[in-house]
């Protein structure tokens, strides 16, 4: 572990820095101090980090880490808060690290770096990640600080940051084990997969977080593999140890990066550069392992970038993922690629598959810190804005499936819909056009077959056409009567109507109309037309009798139709409304009333309650006192039970109450006296008082007994001083009255009647454990005492006893060093054992009503 | 009764003495031994670890756990053991 590399005096001095006072470092206590200094670390990359929110990130950064070293990555995910915090982080993470560097640097470096760091991180040049991470991972190797250093100075603005960090880093990684290799074998594989990924905003990331996690220490030089991410990463890594191409490098970062992102770049130059400077101060700050990667981070952050999104999770990621510096690669190049991408949206800690990726990203990318001061300023600015941008990005692809699903319930609803609606309207128009109807009739009629025989064809058809033309004529007129057309003032045709009508058709029609006629009247059907004579509702037999025609089957125009059914069912339906309404309403009052009822009564009971309460307490009060009365005045009752304001509500229940008692209550009468020269209606209470019932009830102090048996095993085999400590015979907030302590004295003294050594006794009435001191003449009797005292049961408590040492009994009671008289129970010693003898007035005398049994 | 095992009223009652390092609540034969072999094989030597760790209960916890692979519970009596004995005795 890097953290053996961590001397004594400086992990002392490091837990000093939190505020923590360590104990002697030993060799026994150093792992735990190690363990603490790490979880304070984390405490503070959290701390920092949630400033930016980038916990989540970091939290979910960490599990699919995994095996990358979490490192220092997580703290820079915060890059604005980083800085500051992100150098104790550092700490934190950097245990997983190696540290190449000697650690004769760190420490100065250390501080140094934290020092310069922090003030200016929240601006672009502090923003070098560079110099946090490489603080924080010299916590523990010091290796960082003095890469730091070096690069110091220059990297101060982006550019020279992240290669300092990256130089940094480099001869870092060589030392470490941890993912320099791996970085660079996440890196370049991550750079694929950022590619890739660009629209998958995820899961390549996730997969190129594996990737570091698998990273192997040795391969550092595996990664240059990939295309893009490679040129810059064997540019970047011989450059990279203090190399000043940074200008360069990022230049060629976001040329590649645009080559890689091909799809939706959306890293401009000065962003990737950011991203770059960005990925690498992370890198740098979270993790520091893999300051090679940095650049192949860099690059990845490069095709990355048109994941806003993934960027600012891995920002926040890293921030989150402080400790782990498994993380580095992936975290490294996430947040590079996030701050890249993102410029503007530095934190999104969701993405933590992403950072992961950019862990191995992150620990190459010291190179691009150039950008990344810039980047994270911007993204500072951004944060919020782009959170919620990418939130909402992200909210809208993952409705994409559900919002089908919604468009096609939709669909199906309205189909439903329409399907009956074009139901009913031509369920509508085919009831009101009788077409079909009236072919059946030429074709069919109800004639019979008589009407076949009379007549030959020719003759039939016109009979036929005449009536069909008569029924229409009638429905026409039926229905525009119907239909509010006050055209014909009748719904039905007179007789002489309806010849005129027939023979303006048909000239033929004028003999056949009797004939039509009468076949109707002779067949019982219902061909539609309805004929009435002079007197209604008498059948006809005879033509001669018609004097009116009417339509059964009124043709209305379809809208008449239309409007009619409406109204109908329009009708109805309010008439259903109403009823269930009414009987809805009625419902609801009958519950309404039921309820106030329930109230009332309630009310009303606790009125009486209070009444014979207050009668009550009145008799009692009479009883001490003879100078009162022993009744109450009913509306001195009531008012004093009512408020004012209450008054005139509550006076039906004040009846109900007075009711109540005089049928129900028997210990109340109700009686007149004269008060003041006044009649008033009295109460009295009449119940004889119960005898002390209240003080029988009070807990008395009494020892009850022992909970165990005294022997070697849990007392001490000899006395050892002449003070007794005794705990747990009281409770400070619960005791009540005067001289409670007194009766704890009193209580002490019968206890050890038998031993006429106390000399003295002190409660300790602040105490919350109950203390009594006790003091006795000697050894010995102390032994006693502590015999008789410890383990048994007072008052419900169970009370221990321990030695004190004389000199500190004296020192808390300089009272005590001159009694030496034996103190005696004040009270007449009643044995403390088998009495059963309850004193009632001695209520507080624990004393008195001892019945404990030894 | 209070919630303390016997061992540990018994551990707490009186001065540790040369009792050995079972003698503690919460540690056991295999705790014990462990313990042993890491050479703290009388209860005063634990004690003396956990002076030197301030009596702080987070850091003797860890350090229990990681010496001996103590489980909470045997941490926290351990724990309360020893601080009670310091408070009676120290």
């Given at each position: 572990?890097?953290?053996?590399?961590?001397?004594?005096?400086?992990?002392?001095?490091?837990?000093?820095?939190?505020?923590?006072?360590?104990?002697?470092v030993t060799e026994n206590t150093r792992p735990v101090y190690l363990k603490k200094l790490k979880k304070l670390r984390d405490e503070q990359q959290q701390r920092g980090s949630r400033a930016g929110k980038t916990r989540s990130t970091g939290?979910?950064?960490?599990?699919?880490?995994?095996?990358?070293?979490?490192?220092?990555?997580?703290?820079?995910?915060?890059?604005?808060?980083?800085?500051?915090?992100?150098r104790p982080g550092r700490k934190s993470s950097v245990l997983g690290f190696s540290s190449d560097e000697s650690d004769a640097e760190t420490p100065v470096n250390r501080k140094g770096r934290q020092a310069d760091r922090s003030p200016g991180f929240p601006q672009?040049?502090?923003?070098?990640?560079?110099?946090?991470?490489?603080a924080n991972k010299s916590q523990y190797g010091a290796t960082l600080n003095s890469t730091n250093s070096s690069p110091g100075p220059g990297r101060q603005r982006g550019v020279s940051l992240g290669w300092g960090v990256r130089a940094r880093s480099s001869p870092e990684a060589e030392g470490k084990d941890y993912d320099e290799s791996g970085d660079e074998d996440d890196y370049e594989g991550e750079i694929e997969k950022n590619s890739r990924s660009l629209n998958g905003c995820g899961a390549s990331h996730l997969n190129t977080s594996k990737l570091a996690g698998d990273y192997s220490d040795s391969d550092e030089e595996e990664v240059r593999g990939p295309g893009v991410g490679d040129l810059q990463q064997e540019r970047l890594v011989p450059n990279v140890r203090r190399s000043h191409p940074k200008a360069e490098f990022a230049f060629h970062v976001v040329g590649r990066g645009s080559q890689t992102g091909g799809a939706a770049r959306q890293v401009n130059p000065p962003e990737g550069l950011n991203m770059v400077g960005n990925r690498r101060e992370e890198g740098e700050g979270g993790k520091g392992k893999r300051r090679d990667s940095d650049t192949p981070g860099g690059l990845r952050s490069h095709t990355v970038s048109p994941r806003k999104t993934i960027y600012v999770s891995l920002a926040e990621n890293h921030g989150g993922e402080a400790g782990k510096n498994n993380h580095v690669d992936g975290e490294d190049g996430a947040y590079r690629s996030s701050r890249f991408a993102i410029g503007l949206r530095p934190r999104f800690s969701n993405y933590s598959s992403l950072s992961q990726t950019y862990r191995s990203n992150h620990s190459n990318h010291t190179a691009p810190n150039h950008s990344y001061s810039q980047a994270v300023l911007k993204q500072k600015l951004s944060v919020p804005e782009d959170e919620l941008l990418q939130q909402f990005k992200r909210e809208e692809v993952a409705s994409s499936g559900s919002f089908?699903?919604?468009?096609?319930?939709?669909?199906?609803?309205?189909?439903?819909?329409?399907?009956?609606?074009?139901?009913?309207?031509?369920?509508?128009?085919?009831?009101?056009?009788g077409s079909s109807e009236v072919d059946e009739v030429i074709k069919s009629h109800p004639f019979g077959s008589e009407f076949d025989e009379l007549y030959n064809k020719t003759e039939k058809d016109l009979i036929l056409k005449l009536l069909l033309n008569l029924h229409d004529h009638l429905a026409q007129v039926a229905g525009q009567?119907?239909?509010?057309?006050?055209?014909?003032l009748n719904r039905s045709l007179s007789m002489a109507e309806a010849s005129t009508y027939l023979r303006s058709q048909n000239q033929d029609f004028d003999g056949f109309i009797e004939t039509s006629l009468e076949w109707i009247i002779r067949t019982g059907q219902d061909v539609g037309i309805r004929l009435t004579g002079q007197v209604a509702d008498e059948p006809l037999t005879d033509v001669s009798e018609i004097s009116r025609l009417e339509s059964s089957h009124p043709k209305m125009p379809f809208t008449c139709r239309f409007r009619r059914a409406f109204f109908t069912v329009i009708s109805r339906v309010s008439l259903i409304a109403v009823v269930v309404g009414c009987v809805w309403s009625v419902v609801c009052y009958m519950k309404f009333r039921w309820r106030r009822e329930e109230e009332d009564t309630r009310q009303m009971y606790d009125m009486v309650e209070r009444i014979i309460d207050v009668l009550r307490s009145h008799s009692e009060a009479c009883q001490e006192n003879q100078d009162l009365q022993p009744y109450l005045p009913i509306p001195h009752v009531r008012d004093s039970l009512v408020q004012p304001q209450d008054r005139k509500k509550m006076k039906k229940i004040w009846e109900r109450a007075e009711k109540f008692l005089a049928a129900n209550e028997s210990r109340i009468r109700k009686e007149t006296q004269r008060i003041g020269g006044a009649d008033f209606l009295v109460w009295r209470w009449i119940q004889p008082s119960l005898s002390c019932d209240k003080t029988s009830s009070m807990n008395s102090k009494v020892w009850q007994g022992k909970a165990f048996p005294l022997d070697r095993r849990n007392s001490p085999p000899n006395s050892l001083t002449p003070c007794l400590k005794i705990r747990n015979m009281f409770d400070p907030i619960m005791e009540v009255g005067e001289n409670w302590d007194l009766a704890i004295h009193e209580a002490i003294l019968e206890k050890c009647n038998d031993n006429d050594g106390i000399v003295h006794i002190a409660v300790d009435k602040n105490s919350r454990e109950g203390c009594v001191y006790v003091k006795c003449l000697s050894a010995e009797h102390s032994g006693r005492a502590f015999k008789a005292l410890h383990g048994s049961w007072f008052d419900g408590k169970l009370v221990t006893v321990k030695y004190l040492r004389l000199d500190r009994y004296h020192q808390r009671f300089p009272q005590a060093q001159g009694s030496s008289t034996p103190l005696k129970a004040s009270s007449p010693p009643l044995s403390t054992t088998g009495t059963m003898n309850t004193v009632p007035h001695l209520q507080h005398r624990g004393a008195g009503n001892s019945s404990g049994f030894s | 009764m209070s919630s303390t095992s016997q061992k540990h009223k018994d551990f707490v009652a009186e001065p540790m003495g040369e009792k050995p390092v079972n003698a503690l609540a919460g540690i056991g034969e295999v705790l014990g031994k462990r313990l042993e072999e890491k050479g703290f094989d009388k209860a005063y030597v634990v004690l003396g670890q956990f002076l030197v760790l301030k009596k702080d209960e987070e850091l003797f916890r860890d350090w229990l756990k990681d010496t001996c692979s103590a489980n909470t519970k045997q941490q926290g009596d351990c724990f309360g053991c020893l601080k009670e004995w310091c408070d009676a005795f120290l």
């Open positions: 572990m890097a953290s053996t590399q961590l001397t004594d005096e400086e992990l002392f001095s490091e837990l000093k820095h939190f505020g923590f006072t360590p104990g002697p939290a979910i950064h960490s599990p699919s880490g995994g095996g990358n070293t979490a490192g220092p990555r997580p703290a820079s995910h915060d890059v604005t808060h980083l800085s500051s915090s992100r672009h040049p502090k923003i070098r990640p560079t110099t946090p991470s490489v089908s699903a919604h468009y096609l319930s939709m669909f199906l609803l309205t189909a439903a819909c329409l399907f009956f609606l074009l139901l009913g309207l031509m369920y509508l128009r085919m009831r009101g056009s009567y119907d239909c509010g057309d006050q055209q014909h | -």
